[in-house]
């Protein structure tokens, strides 16, 4: 069954036909190649904390999807690992994502959304996605990792070359792959030269002094994980979310009428559009049977996690945004040992853009100019979103 292109259109009518007739179905990948696709809740939840289900390509069967090709350096990330090598790295990085430093970092991110929409002005319309929900994660992100501001290149068009490819270039992602390989190793070297109080430091730090726990690919593949998965799930949940809002005005008034609402909200906007249509691929250790459906060792597995979140039998009226609902328990942002390391972050930066957004705009709509959707079966996010703005008066 090939669903690319209705997918990429309109997922969650594709999605709803999927699961109402069987648990799991027989498609064809990206590349052309077949796997599993799982798409009811409880599959869904059960299949992600499945140690079965490796990540590792190794256990791959020949002739089956598999996903972004990237060069070792870029490759030997959390995506593609099991236990004991995931939660070695996982443990080194961990730190940097906890509550409590989520928490110390709402400051400097407020500090940022600040900025830029004193940009935007007083009113006027605006690329809401380019002025606003992707420079935050990525500003946020850069300082995390301590990236200088001389350093910070096209991660947008980088990152959007991999994930929403243009079929009339076919040569863009390669060309991205290879641009982002130079930045990193360029970096890498620089921090090294300069080490100073942030991420990337501490990891070459651990890296050079105690080799065994850190290999120069493992080091350059976390920093690529840790910015490109950083910034992109950030930029659609935020944006997302702006938009659902501007969809559902009467949401939108809700949350103007009582902000301390939009802490909660997060949990339903990540519900009803996540960042990501699907997880990461899997390929079975061993024959597994899902939803009633033996698959072989080595198949390639996909799990929809925008599917499962859109599942009636877990969630009523699932096409409906509504944030008094308990959304608590949706995996948008994953379930089991590969959880998003950086969903506290993620969640602390919606928040704090949505409400830096409502206090400053007293009106805020779409302009009429239909929003676009990345063309994409790996991310679930906007290309634009044209908005007309007028600020709330006496705003600072």
Known sequence: MDLADDLMTRPYDVYERLRSTSPVHRITGTDGQPAWLVTRFDDVRTALADPRLSLDKTHAREGNYRGLSLPPALDANLLNMDPPDHTRLRRLVGRAFTQRRVEQLRTPIRATANRLLDALGEQGTTDLIASYAAPLPITVICDLLGVP???????????????????????????????????????????????????????????????????????????????FAGYENTVQLIGN??????????????LRQDPSRIHASVEEFARYEGPALLAIRRFPTQDVTIGGIRIPAG?????????????????????????????????????????CLGAPLARAETEIALAALLERFEELELTGEEPRWRPSLRARGLLDLPVRYRATRHSS
């Open 299 to 339: 198949e390639t597995v996909l799990l929809s996690l925008s599917a499962a979140n859109r599942d009636p039998d877990r969630f009523p009226d699932p096409d409906r945004l509504d944030l008094g609902r308990d959304a608590a328990g949706h995996l948008a942002l994953g379930h089991g040992i590969h959880y």
């Open 149 to 227: 501001d001389s350093y910070r290149r096209d991660f947008r068009g980088w990152t959007t070359a991999l994930i929403a490819p243009d079929p009339g270039r076919p040569q863009a992602a390669k060309e991205a792959i290879v641009a982002m390989l130079g930045f990193f190793k360029e970096l890498m070297a620089h921090k090294r030269r300069e080490p100073a109080d942030d991420l990337l430091s501490d990891l070459i730090a651990v890296r050079d002094a105690e080799g065994d726990r850190l290999t120069e690919d493992e080091l350059m593949s976390l920093a690529f994980l840790i910015l």
């Open 241 to 254: 979310a702006t938009l659902a809002l501007l969809q559902y005005p009467e949401q939108m008034a809700v």
